[in-house]
């Protein structure tokens, strides 16, 4: 293995390890428990800097039954000038359900604010970011009740679990069937997400047992959670808007989705971007860079 050092950076020095060509940039902290399950494990890419700097948590998509957690980065990724963060969870296709990734991503915060001394992390800039099911749950991290608990006997559970905003991709703004259905079109659920991860082999056992999985649906929905006082959002859809959807990918990556939480924002005053795919729709004055430079590094 070499060592190599980064020459330019916009606000520090970032010291990496590159394995093969192409392999990338190994993490400083290396598979971290920052939770129970043996899936709550966290690589951290430290940037080195005199004073404490935000971290990009990155969690990872698959509809909440698969993927894994960033084990590398690309050079150009650890020159932005902020520390950088990947998580592993709990998935459905290792038998598990929700909330156990909702709870794992919101530990996760509560993690890094945990280590913001020894990492040399700003508590107050932390931004998750995902795509998909990575996406939605960034959403849910960034429009969730703080669940701090400051008496706990866990120093982690004592810390915050509030964020400074969510920059997302194709991500779902609600997993409720109903809005999905009517809003997006029913060949979204061709997709297992929307009903697997909360026990039902099918949607039409979540549907008609409606009563049954209500509460944990709303609960893993990013809609459920928004109010006024919410972070900034940033949402990016990378396949066309169509309505009814004429597959499940599209449907799962629907813009729509953004528009849902766009509308919903408006009413209360909670600042939300919307970026489409085709050029010819209307794009965000605050760019995906712009929105990170602000939340993380302190730009305009």
């Given at each position: 293995?070499?060592?190599?050092?980064?020459?330019?950076?916009?606000?520090?020095?970032?010291?990496?390890?590159?394995?093969?060509?192409?392999?990338?940039?190994?993490?400083?902290?290396?598979?971290?428990?920052?939770?129970?399950?043996?899936?709550?494990?966290?690589?951290?890419?430290?940037?080195?800097?005199?004073?404490?700097?935000?971290?990009?948590?990155?969690?990872?998509?698959?509809?909440?039954?698969?993927?894994?957690?960033?084990?590398?980065?690309?050079?150009?990724?650890?020159?932005?000038?902020?520390?950088?963060?990947?998580?592993?969870?709990?998935?459905?296709?290792?038998?598990?359900?929700?909330?156990?990734?909702?709870?794992?991503?919101?530990?996760?915060?509560?993690?890094?604010?945990?280590?913001?001394?020894?990492?040399?992390i700003?508590?107050?800039?932390?931004?998750?970011?995902?795509?998909?099911?990575?996406?939605?749950?960034?959403?849910?991290?960034?429009?969730?009740?703080?669940?701090?608990?400051?008496?706990?006997?866990d120093?982690i559970?004592?810390?915050?679990?509030?964020?400074?905003?969510?920059?997302?991709?194709?991500?779902?703004?609600?997993?409720?069937?109903?809005?999905?259905?009517?809003?997006?079109?029913?060949?979204?659920?061709?997709?297992?997400?929307?009903?697997?991860?909360?026990?039902?082999?099918?949607i039409?056992?979540?549907?008609?047992?409606?009563?049954?999985?209500?509460?944990?649906?709303?609960?893993?929905?990013?809609?459920s959670?928004?109010?006024?006082?919410?972070?900034?959002?940033?949402?990016?859809?990378?396949?066309?808007?169509?309505?009814?959807?004429?597959?499940?990918?599209?449907?799962?990556?629907?813009?729509?989705?953004?528009?849902?939480?766009?509308e919903?924002?408006?009413?209360?005053?909670?600042?939300?971007?919307?970026?489409?795919?085709?050029?010819?729709?209307?794009?965000?004055?605050?760019?995906?860079?712009?929105?990170?430079?602000?939340?993380?590094?302190?730009?305009?």
């Open positions: 293995m070499k060592l190599f050092f980064l020459l330019i950076s916009l606000l520090c020095t970032c010291v990496f390890v590159s394995g093969k060509q192409n392999a990338g940039v190994l993490p400083t902290d290396k598979d971290i428990d920052y939770g129970d399950h043996k899936k709550e494990k966290m690589n951290f890419w430290k940037c080195d800097s005199e004073s404490h700097i935000g971290v990009l948590l990155d969690i990872h998509g698959g509809g909440w039954m698969g993927g894994k957690k960033d084990e590398s980065k690309h050079p150009s990724q650890l020159q932005k000038g902020y520390h950088l963060a990947s998580i592993s969870y709990p998935l459905v296709n290792e038998g598990d359900k929700q909330p156990q990734m909702l709870h794992a991503a919101l530990r996760a915060v509560q993690f890094l604010r945990y280590k913001a001394k020894e990492w040399n700003d508590p107050t800039r932390i931004v998750a970011t995902g795509g998909s099911a990575g996406g939605c749950s960034s959403l849910l991290v960034a429009l969730h009740d703080d669940i701090a608990s400051p008496k706990s006997k120093p559970e004592r810390q915050s679990s509030r964020i400074a905003g969510a920059l997302v991709a194709g991500a779902q703004t609600t997993m409720n069937p109903f809005i999905i259905k009517e809003r997006i079109g029913e060949k979204t659920f061709g997709n297992p997400m929307p009903y697997q991860p909360f026990g039902a082999e099918t039409e056992e979540l549907t008609n047992n409606w009563e049954e999985y209500r509460n944990l649906v709303l609960q893993c929905s990013p809609l959670h928004l109010t006024k006082d919410d972070p900034p959002l940033h949402l990016f859809y990378n396949v066309n808007r169509e309505f009814p959807t004429s597959k499940s990918p599209n449907g799962i990556h629907s813009p729509i989705f953004g528009e849902i939480m766009l919903a924002c408006k009413k209360i005053g909670v600042e939300c971007h919307l970026q489409y795919h085709e050029k010819d729709r209307a794009q965000p004055k605050v760019s995906r860079e712009e929105f990170l430079n602000r939340l993380l590094l302190g730009g305009s």
